[in-house]
């Protein structure tokens, strides 16, 4: 039997893609409580300005908290500049908290976002406080099942139908083989126009064991084959 008292394991699945001078964020539903899915539609991308977004892993507590924070300093800095706050700033700020408050957070996070000095940009923040500006960023417990799937299938340049479609089917395979990840694929496109939401149901996600095809199945062997006669 469990003890009660013990720690909890958190899983997710969050992603940050730059395409084309834009980005796309992605991410899962579930939140997990160690075996038990506390919530199955849990929206895990947060938006901190007009062209900031954040995407949460970890303890989910310890993660809107600090996006709550952020999001409120933010809005002061827009105050007293006359002008929304760039991407590397919003980064800055996050890992200025994760960092100070280090012994006591239990989050990793992505921030994405567009701003008109360096366009569309990804900076990965993982549990600790580090900041780092990357191509692409993926976290969470999924994120073990497609380390390399994503590196093979990522690629400088993509367009916009091509960046989100890596996003959700990347997303589908965390799905589909971790079990803290789960629910529905929420997506977050960051442009210098504007910002779409998008949301892809459970039941449109592929189901990844059912497009492998079946090798040398044992039943299949046995199905085909034609009883041989028998001979005394």
């Not at 996006?67 to 760039?86: C, E, I, K, N």
């Amino acid at each position: 039997m469990n003890d009660i008292n013990s720690p909890h394991s958190m899983g997710t699945t969050i992603i940050g893609v730059p395409y084309a001078g834009d980005v796309i964020l992605g991410a899962d539903s579930r939140t997990s409580t160690g075996l038990y899915a506390a919530n199955r539609d849990s929206d895990k991308i947060t938006q901190l300005t007009d062209n900031v977004y954040l995407c949460r892993s970890g303890s989910a507590a310890d993660s809107q908290i600090v996006s709550d924070y952020v999001r409120h300093f933010l809005h002061q800095h827009m105050m007293q500049l006359g002008q929304p706050a760039t991407v590397k700033v919003a980064a800055n700020l996050i890992r200025l908290l994760s960092y100070s408050n280090k012994n006591m957070l239990q989050t990793g996070l992505i921030v994405g976002g567009w701003d008109k000095y360096e366009g569309g940009k990804i900076y990965g923040i993982p549990l600790g406080g580090t900041i780092v500006e990357q191509p692409f960023a993926i976290g969470g417990s999924g994120s073990t099942y497609f380390y390399g799937f994503f590196d093979q299938e990522w690629k400088d340049g993509m367009t916009k139908d091509e960046a989100e479609k890596l996003v959700v089917k990347a997303v589908s395979l965390a799905i589909a083989r971790d079990g803290a990840s789960g629910g529905v694929v929420r997506t977050v496109i960051i442009n210098s126009e504007d910002v779409t939401r998008n949301f892809y149901p459970g039941d449109t996600l592929p189901l990844w064991h059912e497009e492998l095809a079946p090798q040398n199945s044992l039943l299949d062997i046995l199905s085909s084959a034609s009883p041989e006669p028998m001979v005394s």
